[in-house]
């Protein structure tokens, strides 16, 4: 059995060596060829699905995307293939379960010394529960500014040096304007008269929280 750079056993192990370490690895590790026929997917992706992409079961990976998510997906891909850019998109995969997970999946291309493409290398990343965080977050934000914009009374969000930062609809109609835009950055104090009573007990309610 011949030692020489192309030992046959050696190469083997190599290859086995780096398939068990791509198992490893805690991330849905996969590889496309320069057209897009599908090469390669390490154990986390095949678990995550449930099969292997273009096994005798006919479906193809854009067969797990969401039906909603598809185009978009699909789009980015094509343009990546031919232009060589790096890959880059968030959809829903249909995990194992038959629920659809929100992934991030990301790719770049490999190149021979000639500049050729060889493959597409990516890795998916499951953030869904990042993403139904940030849904819940915005969804929250949105309630609570529905009550702000709906209440009666006037409510105004402000910076520590007293300037406007929001201003609800009640305070609009206060100040006699139509937009957010003409009073945000102006100092709330100025809204008041100076010689006033109500002019005083705000300048003394921004002074008191300024100085906590």
Not at 67 to 85: Q, V
Not at 143 to 156: K, M, S, T, W, Y
């Amino acid at each position: 059995q011949s030692n020489g750079p192309f030992n046959a056993g050696q190469l083997k192990a190599d290859a086995e060596r780096w398939r068990r370490t791509l198992d490893t690895i805690p991330q849905m590790i996969w590889s496309m060829r320069p057209d897009g026929g599908e090469e390669y997917y390490n154990n986390h992706w095949v678990d995550f699905v449930g099969r292997r992409p273009g096994g005798s079961d006919g479906v193809a990976r854009i067969d797990l995307v969401h039906p909603d998510d598809r185009e978009k997906a699909a789009m980015k891909w094509r343009r990546s293939l031919a232009t060589g850019e790096p890959y880059e998109a968030e959809y829903r995969l249909r995990h194992k379960s038959g629920e659809y997970r929100w992934i991030l999946s990301r790719a770049r291309v490999e190149r021979n010394d000639a500049g050729e493409m060889v493959r597409w290398c990516g890795a998916c990343t499951d953030i869904h529960d990042n993403v139904l965080a940030h849904e819940a977050l915005r969804a929250s934000e949105s309630l609570n500014r529905g009550i702000i914009e709906a209440n009666p009374d006037c409510v105004a969000l402000l910076d520590l040096d007293g300037k406007i930062l929001f201003a609800n609809q009640a305070t609009l109609r206060a100040r006699e304007v139509e937009n957010a835009a003409a009073v945000v950055g102006l100092r709330w104090q100025d809204g008041f008269r100076e010689d006033g009573a109500i002019g005083e007990d705000a300048r003394e309610a921004l002074a008191a929280a300024q100085s906590r």
